[in-house]
């Protein structure tokens, strides 16, 4: 009796009556990451600055949309969430100071004075004339009735921004509060020659 022959390309068993199986001509799988090198094509160099550019320009937009976030959490009272969406942003953009101001300044919402003079002096280490970190120590050593500390904040601010009225004017207030009326009326003075509608200079002025 003629056998049967193995057709190529299949594969037969003796006692078997289910239709042959073809062979796809799979190749296994690498057991080590090695082995896969010579399956990897290297995109183009042009290609991956433009793709690393890309991705770069959407973190910066995505951390000022998570600021932005912040902000209107903020605004409502909601500050657990302001603080996960502001985190975020400094997570994204840890060299913008702009979020981490945002981090100080929630903190300081919510009572935390020394994280929000953490933050403040993170920036300001970083970018030493970083005016609104340093003002915004200021405000927080003022809010403490740390008068002396507030006075070297504000008088940096001024020398670094001497055009700006209510640096002037914290920095006299500063000044009055250390018990000194009658000094801190020069600054008072220099914040409404700089803005003369300045409301609370004027108010200030008035009580020296």
């Avoid at 796809?24 to 290297?42: K, N, W, Y």
């Avoid at 250390?178 to 003075?189: I, N």
């Avoid at 700089?194 to 200079?201: L, Q, R, Y």
Wanted: some cysteine; overall charge negative.
């Amino acid at each position: 009796m003629q056998t049967t022959q193995p057709q190529p390309g299949t594969r037969t068993s003796p006692h078997s009556t289910t239709p042959p199986i073809q062979e796809t001509g799979f190749q296994p799988i690498p057991t080590r990451m090695s082995d896969l090198a010579p399956l990897i094509v290297e995109p183009p160099a042009e290609t991956k600055t433009a793709v690393a550019e890309t991705l770069e320009g959407l973190e910066v937009q995505l951390a000022s949309v998570h600021a932005i976030t912040a902000e209107a959490y903020a605004s409502q009272g909601d500050y657990e969430n302001a603080h996960k969406h502001v985190e975020i942003a400094v997570q994204m953009q840890p060299d913008d100071p702009r979020y981490q101001n945002q981090v100080g300044y929630l903190r300081y919402l919510t009572g935390d004075d020394g994280g929000a003079v953490r933050a403040f002096c993170k920036v300001i280490d970083a970018i030493p004339d970083q005016v609104d970190a340093i003002c915004n120590l200021g405000m927080v050593f003022f809010g403490l009735e740390n008068w002396a500390e507030a006075k070297e904040w504000f008088t940096r601010a001024a020398q670094i921004q001497p055009n700006d009225a209510e640096i002037w004017n914290n920095l006299g207030a500063a000044i009055f509060q250390c018990g000194s009326p009658q000094q801190a009326v020069p600054y008072f003075r220099k914040a409404l020659e700089i803005d003369p509608h300045n409301e609370d200079a004027k108010a200030n002025l008035a009580s020296c």
